[in-house]
């Protein structure tokens, strides 16, 4: 039996009045890469936020390693393995890379571990340690992309979600994002990824869920999912998955 890291179950979160995800049930086993596809707006960061603890669930369930986290604060569930790359980077463009790495391990820091996890980055990320001592904000996005996971990173995360992270780069930079999360899941890093490029996700993913306005409609095998012919539907304008 494989391990499971994370469990949600039947999740409903709300805006107010906007109802942005019903019923979601999703499992996430150490090693594997889970892929949450959907276009914009079915309420995919509304689920990678939940889990993170940055937006309260109306209804459900959040399981990390067998215990309940709905409710936890985002500090509390980050220093319990959770690491969210959010959507758009977030980095602090006046912090230097530096700095920016160091919040990243914030509650999970051990000034032992932390050199070498600098040099592990550095191999991962090698402009960023050409970068390191200038501000996040003169980055390139791309820069700006790999900075936010490595930040993600060195908090030696049991689960690295990760929102978008090929979003308004240019092409060469997403091949060179999906080769470092394919590297990542070769490390046996267990990753949940959001991507709007579904075709690219899938081909990396272990299993994979599709939301369309708030709700699962397929949940199973990439390969499946293509067959179904449910991502045609859910995703939109006869393109392949
Ligand atoms: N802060 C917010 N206030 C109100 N509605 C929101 C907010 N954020 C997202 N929504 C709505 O919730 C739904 C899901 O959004 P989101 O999770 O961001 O989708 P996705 O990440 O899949 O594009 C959408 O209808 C969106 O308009
Ligand atoms: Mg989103």
Excluded: W
């Excluded at 959010?86 to 999970?108: C, H, K």
């Excluded at 092409?171 to 579904?198: H, S, W, Y």
Aim: aromatic share 4%.
């Amino acid at each position: 039996m494989p391990e499971t890291i994370l469990e949600v179950k039947n999740l409903s979160v709300s805006y107010g009045a906007v109802r942005a995800l019903q019923n979601l049930t999703l499992q996430v086993n150490k090693g594997e890469l889970v892929s949450l596809c959907g276009v914009n707006g079915a309420g995919k960061s509304t689920t990678l936020k939940a889990i993170a603890g940055v937006l309260k669930p109306t209804a459900g369930e959040i399981i990390l390693h067998g215990k309940p986290i709905a409710g936890r604060t985002p500090e509390q569930v980050h220093k319990q393995g959770v690491a969210l790359v959010p959507e758009g980077r977030e980095i602090f463009p006046t912090l230097t890379v530096a700095e920016n790495l160091r919040l990243g391990a914030f509650g999970r820091y051990d000034a032992k571990r932390f050199a070498a996890d600098l040099e592990d980055m550095f191999t991962l990320f090698p402009i960023l340690r050409e970068r390191y001592h200038q501000a996040g904000g003169l980055l390139s996005g791309g820069e700006q992309q790999m900075l936010a996971i490595a930040r993600g990173l060195v908090s030696h995360p049991d689960l690295l979600m990760l929102d978008e992270p090929s979003l308004g780069l240019s092409p060469n930079m997403v091949d060179q994002i999906f080769q470092l999360i394919a590297g990542l899941k070769e490390r046996g890093i267990t990753i949940l990824l959001v991507e709007q490029n579904a075709e690219r996700a899938l081909q990396l993913a272990d299993h994979a869920y599709l939301l369309s306005t708030g709700s699962c409609v397929f949940a199973g095998k990439p390969a499946d999912m293509a067959r179904e012919d449910v991502a045609r539907i859910y995703l939109g304008g006869g393109e392949r998955a």
